[in-house]
């Protein structure tokens, strides 16, 4: 119970902080018109169904870039503000301090996915009729959390490691292209298919598309909500060892 | 084993050592020693001071306390719990407030910084709002809980700072520079606020490099320069050390190093220290009691302009001098 409380007020005041700072307002704004624009062109020959594809893709390319990016830069502003050491020093399980940001941040790029999904019908003309609204919404949620899970695997790294920030923008584009969010994953070599199935969202981007043009989503929902899961379970084993290493050397106050 | 202490804190030989790795191709390693063997203990209900120059190992000291850095070597503990097998313990157990601007959620208001901050210590729900009240009481910002932090003054952020540190109600609590770049007036509230926390029974561990702070607040003084502790008493016997002393402090203006260098060499002055006001240098010369050298220290400055020369009683800071500069 004290943790899910925790769960939930970490998670709420990290949004209203997020939400909040006027630079991820602005790029909130144009970080979707670039993703709806991509779709377009790079779809526009293809059927309205194609089209829709496309843009539940890009719309999830979102939620992808708030959290992989910001994951790093989260963790990085905790240090410059000299928090993340009264974090550390708190008596809650650090996982329960950190899982709270990374989905607070999945969770503001659906302001991006809603943007971006808008943008597509205002400028393109992108028609956005879901067949199963319902089974939809739990599919953008269970892709929210999950990527907010992986961000949480990705964080755990950065506070052990100061640089670490670089890989979350490393991880941006690729995640892109191989977890199928504007290609079909049919498209790529034999050997990256394993990889892509080992991401979340890979099967969260499949949900959302099977709930939203009429195919049953449920597997697709289960494998990504076990998939960050399986994340979570590992963050939470490796967070003890890594805060260690952290008071060990050092890094946690270091900018 | 620790020996045994009764100090409600205690710490044994802790030495803490700093690695950096500075070249791209050949990379070099650079060990700093920041602490190098400090032991001492805080007993309970006690206001401790540990005061020392910029980067003589306060700050590294008291992180290891709270369990934010191993240490390299040695022990301590918190109410009997080791800091390093037993950080949870400890951190139940303590507050940590640090000077600064830094610390805070700037975004959010400062009821939402002490509520994100009591539900990371576990305090009831049902309490929360009864003693985040009280703390916004005891440090003077009730009424301005709901505005951002980012607005606040540095006084502020300082004193939510120490409702922060307060919230789980730890009975012993460390402040490290806790009054650093408040104003006078702010400075002197805060005051009054660690030293009711030390009145409410609170074992306080505090740093500072106030010489007048340290006086006036702390039961005992442990001086630490170069990662190791020089001297540890109450107020009282620190001034003692330096009782046997005369101080000239000299008011000069383009006085060169060279000339310093003389002072310091000068048949028996024991220590000099040069502070800065504006263009003027400021000389404090510390010599034994019963010397007369005022004309002859004037005269090693030949060339500088002097201004205000006065004699007078050694204080609580003059000991702190002696004692980091002998």
């Known amino acids: ?255 | 084993m620790l020996p045994s202490m009764n100090g409600v804190i205690e710490a044994v030989d802790l030495v803490r050592t700093y690695r950096t790795s500075t070249g791209v191709f050949r990379r070099r390693t650079i060990e700093v020693e920041a602490v190098r063997g400090v032991s001492f203990a805080v007993e309970r209900g006690e206001l401790f001071g540990l005061l020392g120059p910029n980067g003589a190992g306060k700050t590294t000291t008291i992180k290891m306390l709270i369990t934010l850095l191993i240490p390299t070597s040695g022990q301590a503990r918190v109410l009997g719990h080791d800091v390093v097998k037993e950080s949870r313990e400890v951190r139940k157990q303590i507050g940590y407030v640090f000077g600064g601007e830094k610390g805070l959620y700037e975004r959010l208001s400062a009821l939402d910084n002490l509520r994100y901050f009591a539900e990371l210590y576990a305090v009831p729900p049902r309490d929360q709002r009864r003693r985040i009240d009280e703390l916004l009481e005891l440090v003077g910002l009730k009424g301005r809980e709901r505005e951002r932090v980012e607005g606040y003054s540095r006084g502020m952020r300082q004193r939510l700072h120490i409702a922060r540190g307060l919230l789980h109600d730890p009975p012993v609590v460390f402040l490290d520079e806790p009054t650093i770049g408040v104003d006078p007036v702010g400075a002197r509230e805060l005051r009054a606020t660690i030293r009711s926390l030390a009145d409410a029974g609170k074992t306080v561990l505090l740093t500072t490099h106030y010489m007048f702070e340290a006086d006036e607040l702390c039961d005992r003084i442990a001086v630490i320069n170069k990662g190791l502790i020089v001297a540890e008493g109450t107020p009282r016997a620190l001034k003692a050390i330096v009782a046997e002393r005369t101080i000239v402090e000299i008011e000069a203006y383009g006085v060169t190093d060279a000339a310093i260098e003389r002072v310091r060499a000068a048949p028996g002055v024991t220590s000099v220290s040069v502070e800065e006001r504006e263009q003027a240098q400021v000389l404090l010369v510390q010599s034994a009691k019963g010397l007369e050298l005022t004309q002859q220290l004037l005269a090693y400055l030949d060339g500088a302009t002097i201004g205000r020369v006065a004699a007078r009683e050694p204080t609580l800071e003059d000991a702190y001098v002696a004692l980091v500069s002998e």
């Not at chain 1, 659906?110 to 028609?127: K, P, Q």
């Not at chain 1, 504007?182 to 598309?209: D, E, K």
Request: some cysteine; glycine content about 10%.
């Open chain 1, 1 to 255: 119970m004290r943790a899910a409380r925790l769960l939930a007020v970490g998670w709420l005041l990290h949004i209203k902080m997020l939400s909040r700072s006027s630079f991820n307002g602005v790029l909130g704004l144009v970080y979707p018109l670039f993703f709806a624009t991509v779709a377009f062109f790079l779809f526009r020959e293809g059927s309205p169904h194609a089209l829709l594809y496309a843009s539940l893709g890009a719309s999830v390319m979102g939620i992808w870039s708030a959290t992989s990016t910001a994951a790093g830069a989260a963790l990085q502003r905790e240090r410059w503000q000299g928090t993340l050491e009264l974090l550390v020093a708190a008596t809650a399980h650090f996982s329960l301090v950190l899982l709270p940001v990374t989905i607070a941040m999945s969770t503001i790029g659906l302001y991006s996915m809603a943007t971006t999904l808008l943008w597509g019908r205002i400028l393109f003309g992108i028609d956005v009729s879901i067949v199963h609204p319902v089974l939809f919404a739990a599919s953008v949620v269970a892709t929210i959390v999950a990527i907010g899970m992986c961000g949480f695997l990705l964080a755990v790294s950065f506070v052990r490691y100061r640089t670490a920030w670089a890989l979350g923008n490393l991880l941006e584009y690729p995640i892109w292209l191989i977890c199928g969010f504007l290609v079909p994953l049919s498209l790529f070599p034999g050997w990256v298919r394993p990889i892509s199935w080992m991401l979340a969202p890979t099967w969260g981007m499949r949900a959302i598309r099977e709930s939203a043009l009429g195919g049953s989503p449920l597997p697709d929902l289960g494998v990504c909500l076990a998939l960050g899961a399986g994340y979570t379970l590992a963050g939470v084993l490796v967070v003890e060892t890594m805060l260690t290493a952290a008071r060990s050397r050092a890094t946690v106050s270091l900018t």
